[in-house]
């Protein structure tokens, strides 16, 4: 450790998009910054399609050349598959907006999130991996630091003015604190590997997200190609029908649902698996809190909502720059309070809120957007504005009230039900 007495000005638990964002810009703002990872090798993980919203990121990053000069596909649309099979239109990003950032990319986490944690290191944050942190440090409800099995095994307080809880899934601080609630209607499972050799698409089509409805609607799969003709499946369906309720190993449920899905088993036919299947439960959730006193959450330790237009990294970035701006002002004005470390929630939740509407409406067995779209021609630009995650550049919100009368759409977050 390099800074006096492990005394930083943030330290920045966890070294996903969000946690690096957060660590490259607080340390580019030239305050002491300390991202500690408990991975000592780069991992596996899944939320492998970007979308397009997360260009500006990327470029205030200063990552856009890296990520031009990688091998990752490059993505142009979005396509869906109805319960008989028959594909839509897809949705082509560029074909509202031009400019460069409608093509974006599919990732290989492990190579993106190096790329991106080397990126906060050459901004000058100190990046430690094979570092567990076993608790965020409070005093008198104050964060104080954390307290951290270095990689040598020894155990250490770590002081900072700010700790930024980037933990992902694991949600360091809401687990500590109580706060972490599941969306009660989206408790949904899931089941993935990675295969090489999957059929693609020719051209610009090569590189697109699949999302295909089983046929009896039970359940649905994506479909991500990566690079190295690698492609990324998995299938997602309420986690009682899904996990709980199901006898059979994880490959035996893949198989009985990829039975149940005609196009995808096209496109696997040639396929080899490259893994045993992996299995995640209960996507959807969010704490009722944000900040405190000397803390803040980002990424998916703040919330994560069920993957089906793939806003995770989206999400984590976006919240991990909103919330690097926000404690630059605290150190600024010496104010760490919870209402200045989450002042950004205002901004952030209407476009999380959009995500999540959408969502709502995709699991509504009733709700059909080919028919809404007849109906509404005008949301069309709308909803792709949406799948682009251009939520925070215009106002997606007109869509919502024609929607509703063709299906339940969750209530808003009240803002004061957030502790800022």
């Known amino acids: 450790m390099t800074a006096s007495n492990y005394e930083y000005d943030v330290i920045v638990v966890g070294g996903g998009p969000a946690g ?8 580019d703002y030239g305050h002491s910054t300390l991202l500690l990872e408990r991975d000592r090798e780069p991992s596996f993980k899944i939320g492998e399609s970007l979308m397009p919203g997360t260009y500006s990121t990327f470029e205030r990053l200063g990552v856009l050349g890296n990520l031009k000069a990688s091998n990752f596909p490059r993505k142009h649309s979005v396509q869906f598959f109805g319960a008989s099979g028959r594909a839509s239109v897809p949705f082509y990003f560029s074909e509202n907006n031009p400019h460069e950032s409608s093509v974006t990319w599919q990732v290989l986490r492990s190579e993106f999130d190096e790329m991106l944690l080397d990126n906060a290191r050459e901004k000058g944050a100190e990046v430690r991996r094979g570092v567990s942190v076993r608790e965020v440090c409070f005093s008198d409800n104050k964060a104080s630091g954390v307290k951290a099995r270095l990689s040598d095994g020894s155990v250490r307080e770590l002081v ?8 992902g899934m694991s949600a360091l601080v809401s687990r500590k604190l109580g706060t972490k609630a599941m969306e009660p209607n989206l408790r949904k499972g899931s089941i993935f590997a990675h295969f090489e050799g999957g059929v693609r698409d020719e051209g610009i089509d090569e590189g697109a997200t699949l999302i295909l409805s089983t046929s009896d609607r039970s359940a649905w799969f994506w479909y991500i190609p990566l690079q190295d003709k690698r492609v990324s499946v998995g299938v997602v369906g309420d986690l009682d029908y899904l996990i709980q309720d199901r ?16 196009p995808m088993q096209e496109r696997l036919a040639p396929a080899t698996q490259l893994f045993p299947m992996k299995v995640t439960r209960d996507f959807s959730y969010r704490s009722s809190e944000i900040s405190g006193e000397g803390w803040v959450l980002v990424g998916d330790a703040f919330g994560f909502l069920d993957p089906i237009y793939s806003s995770g990294v989206f999400l984590a970035l976006k919240s991990g720059e909103m919330a690097a701006d926000a ?8 104010d760490f309070s919870g209402a200045q470390l989450g002042c950004w929630f ?7 809120e959009a995500m999540r509407k959408l969502v709502y409406a995709f699991y509504t067995s009733t ?23 251009l939520v925070y550049e215009k106002d997606v919100t007109y869509i919502f009230e ?4 063709m299906c339940d759409l969750p209530e808003d977050v009240d803002s004061y039900t957030v502790s800022l």
């Open 247 to 262: 006898e059979g190993t994880p490959q035996e449920i893949f198989e009985e649902e990829l039975a149940k899905c005609a």
């Open 402 to 405: 024609p929607m509703g009368k």
């Open 327 to 334: 404690i630059h002002v605290a150190i600024e004005r010496g």
């Open 20 to 27: 690096s964002t957060t660590a490259a810009l607080t340390a």
């Open 160 to 167: 900072a003015k700010v700790v930024v809880d980037a933990t």
């Open 346 to 352: 205002e901004e952030f939740m209407p476009g999380m």
């Open 367 to 389: 709700f059909s957007f080919a028919t809404f779209l007849k109906a509404n021609p005008e949301c069309l630009q709308g909803i792709i504005d949406i799948l682009s995650g």
